[in-house]
């Protein structure tokens, strides 16, 4: 899943002048990897051999060490011949621990060895969920932020870790969804006081409709 800096600066070449019109986008392999039950299926896997394999290392220094204290204590009394063998005893059981804990733990050991044929699936399943993602959102090109590419800033615009979750059917439920609509309301009209006879003004009073004054009929002068 890593990326080398000069491959992705490749790429970016062979774009050439559309280079611009070209969409990006980038993911994190090892958080994407990490909710993967598969992954931590292997992981437990590889915890358990390498346990195995340290404890086998420590019971064979002990053996070493209780040769050198033998040799020690009863160095005084023994011939430089039978010194001589036991000196080669040592040194042979030395050289069968490191060389134990090297094809155990050392390069291309059988360690690295199991972890690359344990993790080989889960990186396959994470390249087909980039591939589809890459396809769908018609990217140009995904960078993986946990490669060996050096990223000084991401914008989270760009990050499509969510989306390649999302193919794997690990994506949160609260992520990458349309929202939801909330309930529809009815929202009541105004009241005034030609709807509302009870209906206050400012003033803190009822309006009340104007209505011709008693005494005041049309033709009539007041007493």
Known sequence: MKIGFWGVLAGLLLVGPGARA????????????AKMPDFAKAQQELNALSTTWQKEIEAQKKDLERLKRTYHDEEVVLTEQMKKKRQDEIQLKDQEVKAYQNKQF??????FKKRQELNKPVQDKVFEACEKVAKKKQLAMIIDKAGDLTLLYTNPTYDYTEFVLEELGLAAEDRNQPGTKGPVKTVAPPKTAATDPAFESDSGTPDVPAKAKPGRAAGKSPK
């Open 22 to 33: 070209q969409k990006f986008g980038w993911v994190d392999s090892e958080f994407i990897m």
């Open 106 to 111: 050392g390069y291309e050991g059988q360690l």
